[in-house]
Protein backbone atom coordinates (compact mmCIF):
# COMPACT_ATOMS: atom_id res chain seq x y z
CA UNK A 1 0.00 0.00 0.00
CA UNK A 2 1.22 3.31 -1.02
CA UNK A 3 1.46 6.44 1.72
CA UNK A 4 -1.30 8.84 1.52
CA UNK A 5 0.18 12.26 -0.27
CA UNK A 6 -0.36 15.37 2.15
CA UNK A 7 -3.88 16.14 1.72
CA UNK A 8 -2.44 19.99 0.96
CA UNK A 9 -1.96 18.62 -2.63
CA UNK A 10 -4.04 15.47 -2.92
CA UNK A 11 -8.05 15.17 -2.93
CA UNK A 12 -10.01 13.08 -0.60
CA UNK A 13 -13.03 12.22 -2.43
CA UNK A 14 -16.15 12.87 -0.33
CA UNK A 15 -14.53 11.82 2.94
CA UNK A 16 -14.94 14.38 5.55
CA UNK A 17 -12.30 16.30 7.56
CA UNK A 18 -9.19 15.23 9.31
CA UNK A 19 -9.11 18.06 12.03
CA UNK A 20 -12.39 19.39 12.36
CA UNK A 21 -11.91 23.27 12.05
CA UNK A 22 -12.84 25.58 14.45
CA UNK A 23 -15.88 26.80 12.66
CA UNK A 24 -18.98 29.32 12.97
CA UNK A 25 -21.07 29.67 10.71
CA UNK A 26 -24.48 31.83 10.61
CA UNK A 27 -27.43 29.90 10.13
CA UNK A 28 -28.19 29.43 6.43
CA UNK A 29 -30.70 32.39 5.80
CA UNK A 30 -30.61 35.98 4.55
CA UNK A 31 -27.83 37.06 4.98
CA UNK A 32 -27.03 39.57 7.24
CA UNK A 33 -23.86 41.65 8.75
CA UNK A 34 -20.04 42.18 6.88
CA UNK A 35 -19.48 38.43 7.61
CA UNK A 36 -20.73 35.26 7.32
CA UNK A 37 -19.32 33.77 10.59
CA UNK A 38 -15.48 32.97 11.95
CA UNK A 39 -12.99 30.46 11.48
CA UNK A 40 -10.06 29.89 13.77
CA UNK A 41 -7.65 28.35 12.05
CA UNK A 42 -4.64 26.25 14.27
CA UNK A 43 -2.18 27.13 12.44
CA UNK A 44 -1.03 30.31 10.18
CA UNK A 45 -0.33 27.49 7.35
CA UNK A 46 -3.06 28.48 4.87
CA UNK A 47 -2.23 25.56 2.68
CA UNK A 48 -2.57 22.88 5.78
CA UNK A 49 -5.64 24.26 7.12
CA UNK A 50 -7.60 24.81 4.02
CA UNK A 51 -8.40 21.32 2.89
CA UNK A 52 -10.65 20.36 6.01
CA UNK A 53 -12.19 24.21 6.27
CA UNK A 54 -13.03 23.52 2.59
CA UNK A 55 -14.53 19.77 3.34
CA UNK A 56 -17.07 21.89 5.94
CA UNK A 57 -17.95 24.60 3.59
CA UNK A 58 -18.58 22.26 0.49
CA UNK A 59 -21.86 21.31 2.70
CA UNK A 60 -23.21 24.54 2.25
CA UNK A 61 -21.57 25.59 -0.87
CA UNK A 62 -21.45 22.81 -2.97
CA UNK A 63 -18.23 22.47 -5.41
CA UNK A 64 -15.78 25.17 -4.40
CA UNK A 65 -14.03 27.09 -6.94
CA UNK A 66 -12.24 29.91 -5.24
CA UNK A 67 -10.86 30.80 -2.34
CA UNK A 68 -9.27 34.70 -1.77
CA UNK A 69 -7.13 35.56 1.34
CA UNK A 70 -5.27 38.65 2.55
CA UNK A 71 -1.79 38.35 0.84
CA UNK A 72 -0.39 40.29 4.23
CA UNK A 73 -1.52 37.79 6.48
CA UNK A 74 -0.53 34.10 4.63
CA UNK A 75 2.62 33.46 3.16
CA UNK A 76 3.77 30.48 0.96
CA UNK A 77 0.52 29.76 -0.22
CA UNK A 78 -0.12 27.58 -3.75
CA UNK A 79 -1.62 28.81 -6.70
CA UNK A 80 -4.00 25.59 -6.77
CA UNK A 81 -5.56 23.29 -4.47
CA UNK A 82 -6.84 19.83 -4.69
CA UNK A 83 -10.95 19.74 -2.73
CA UNK A 84 -12.29 16.35 -3.27
CA UNK A 85 -11.76 15.68 -6.56
CA UNK A 86 -11.79 19.52 -8.17
CA UNK A 87 -8.76 22.50 -8.32
CA UNK A 88 -9.67 25.06 -6.39
CA UNK A 89 -7.81 28.48 -7.21
CA UNK A 90 -6.52 30.16 -4.28
CA UNK A 91 -6.18 34.09 -4.58
CA UNK A 92 -3.94 36.41 -2.56
CA UNK A 93 -5.04 39.72 -2.89
CA UNK A 94 -3.15 43.23 -0.87
CA UNK A 95 -6.57 44.63 -1.25
CA UNK A 96 -8.37 41.96 0.71
CA UNK A 97 -9.85 42.95 3.88
CA UNK A 98 -7.57 42.00 6.75
CA UNK A 99 -8.46 38.83 8.45
CA UNK A 100 -11.02 37.56 6.05
CA UNK A 101 -11.22 34.60 3.76
CA UNK A 102 -13.75 34.73 1.26
CA UNK A 103 -14.72 31.05 -0.23
CA UNK A 104 -16.51 30.85 -3.36
CA UNK A 105 -18.68 28.34 -4.76
CA UNK A 106 -19.26 27.18 -8.57
CA UNK A 107 -22.77 28.42 -8.39
CA UNK A 108 -21.29 32.34 -7.23
CA UNK A 109 -22.46 31.54 -3.81
CA UNK A 110 -19.86 33.03 -1.33
CA UNK A 111 -19.10 32.69 2.27
CA UNK A 112 -17.10 35.85 3.90
CA UNK A 113 -15.79 34.32 6.72
CA UNK A 114 -13.43 36.51 9.71
CA UNK A 115 -10.08 34.41 10.42
CA UNK A 116 -9.14 34.61 14.33
CA UNK A 117 -5.77 34.56 14.72
CA UNK A 118 -4.42 31.29 15.45
CA UNK A 119 -2.91 31.83 18.98
CA UNK A 120 -5.74 33.81 20.67
CA UNK A 121 -6.54 33.22 23.75
CA UNK A 122 -9.26 30.67 23.31
CA UNK A 123 -12.20 32.68 25.46
CA UNK A 124 -11.73 35.47 22.93
CA UNK A 125 -10.95 33.45 20.03
CA UNK A 126 -15.34 31.73 21.32
CA UNK A 127 -16.60 35.41 21.85
CA UNK A 128 -15.35 36.48 18.80
CA UNK A 129 -16.67 33.23 16.45
CA UNK A 130 -19.86 33.28 18.77
CA UNK A 131 -20.80 37.41 17.71
CA UNK A 132 -19.51 36.78 13.96
CA UNK A 133 -22.18 33.80 14.01
CA UNK A 134 -25.15 35.64 15.70
CA UNK A 135 -27.92 35.64 13.11
CA UNK A 136 -28.34 39.15 14.23
CA UNK A 137 -25.19 40.69 14.19
CA UNK A 138 -24.03 43.48 11.67
CA UNK A 139 -20.45 43.81 13.34
CA UNK A 140 -17.38 45.00 11.32
CA UNK A 141 -14.46 42.82 10.74
CA UNK A 142 -12.90 45.59 12.68
CA UNK A 143 -15.20 45.60 15.21
CA UNK A 144 -15.23 41.64 16.06
CA UNK A 145 -11.39 41.89 16.13
CA UNK A 146 -11.74 44.80 18.54
CA UNK A 147 -13.18 42.49 21.05
CA UNK A 148 -9.99 40.33 21.40
CA UNK A 149 -7.85 43.40 21.53
CA UNK A 150 -9.94 45.26 24.45
CA UNK A 151 -10.52 41.54 26.40
CA UNK A 152 -6.74 41.77 25.96
CA UNK A 153 -5.99 44.95 27.39
CA UNK A 154 -8.79 44.91 30.05
CA UNK A 155 -7.04 41.45 31.35
CA UNK A 156 -3.48 43.28 30.72
CA UNK A 157 -4.20 46.17 33.05
CA UNK A 158 -6.42 43.90 35.30
CA UNK A 159 -3.11 41.65 36.13
CA UNK A 160 -0.55 44.72 36.47
CA UNK A 161 -3.37 46.37 38.71
CA UNK A 162 -3.53 42.85 40.92
CA UNK A 163 -0.11 42.62 41.14
CA UNK A 164 0.67 46.59 42.02
CA UNK A 165 -2.01 45.85 45.02
CA UNK A 166 -0.43 42.61 46.44
CA UNK A 167 2.97 44.35 46.16
CA UNK A 168 1.44 47.51 47.71
CA UNK A 169 -0.63 45.32 50.44
CA UNK A 170 3.03 43.33 50.97
CA UNK A 171 4.81 46.52 51.87
CA UNK A 172 2.00 47.86 54.23
CA UNK A 173 1.83 44.69 56.74
Not at 49 to 62: A, F, K, T
Not at 70 to 93: C, F, H, I, Q
Not at 108 to 130: C, F, G, Q, Y
Amino acid sequence: MTPPESHAVAGRGTTGPENTPRLRLKPKAPTSGHVDGAWWPHSDDLAHELPDLLSVLSVRLGVIERVMYSLAEWTNVPTRMMSGDRKVRLDGYRGQPASTLEVLGMNKTRILLIVVPPHTDSDLAHEVMMTAAAPDNVSSVDDLLAITTHDREVRDLTAVTERQWAAGAGATR
